[in-house]
């Protein structure tokens, strides 16, 4: 059975950083593309980044474009997202998911921005 | 301002079809397959249809897709009180090399 577990969400300032963990479970984590996803309180989802099988090409949307980076431990078949400079607009429920287009997702975790 | 447009809401009774459009542009939808997605309140998006078309594992034959030119349609058939929730397109887009999705349909069964 696939399974994502995010973990490392909470209260943060702005301005801070924040560091997001995704274990994988169930599947050949190295054989997939790797994602984060986002969804603001009561707004729709927002796709952050993803990251290829061994880390060598990875996309990000334009809003967290050198303020996140996405990376893996294919050692721990984990994906994590750090976070920096952290904006109240970056409140939201983070969601790892498998593949580009995620066909099976975490249960997320909320990052609070706010002082 | 989503990339990929949806209707914000659809609604049918109970057993009736519903339709959910996606709009998009060439460099999305026009050259990459669509996925839906249905977010059942208060949880994680799960995946409905990959590829246009096809059925993600364990998915109800009453979820279809299909895609026309820049164009996509999710079909719910004997829509039940369960269906509610929110239903999201995405695709590829090849010129801001990034995942797009639509603004989200929240379909109600009335």
């Known amino acids: 059975e696939v399974q994502l577990v995010e973990s490392g969400g909470g209260l943060v300032q702005p301005g801070g950083s924040l560091t997001l963990s995704c274990a994988a479970s169930?599947?050949?984590?190295?054989?997939?593309?790797m994602s984060w996803v986002r969804q603001a309180p009561g707004k729709g989802l927002e796709w952050l980044a993803n990251?290829?099988?061994?880390?060598?090409?990875?996309y990000y949307v334009d809003s967290v474009k050198g303020r996140f980076t996405i990376f893996r431990d294919n050692t721990k078949n984990s994906v994590s997202l750090q976070m920096n400079t952290l904006r109240p607009d970056d409140t939201a429920v983070y969601f790892c998911a498998r593949k580009g287009l995620g066909d099976f997702w975490g249960q997320g975790t909320l990052v609070t921005v706010s002082s | 301002q989503s990339v990929l447009t949806q209707p914000p809401s659809v609604s049918a009774a109970p057993g009736q079809k519903v339709t959910i459009s996606c709009s998009g542009r060439t460099s999305n939808i026009g050259y990459n397959p669509v996925s839906w997605y249905q977010q059942l309140p208060g949880t994680a998006p799960k995946l409905l249809i990959f590829d246009n078309n096809k059925r993600h594992s364990g998915i109800s034959d009453r979820f279809s897709g299909s895609k026309s030119g820049t164009s996509a349609t999710l079909d719910i058939t004997g829509l039940q009180t369960g269906d509610e929730a929110d239903y999201y397109c995405g695709s590829w887009d090849n010129g801001l090399s990034v995942v797009v999705f639509g603004g989200g349909t929240k379909l109600t069964v009335l």
């Open positions: 990251i290829n099988q061994d880390g060598t090409t990875i």
């Open positions: 169930g599947f050949t984590f190295t054989e997939f593309w």
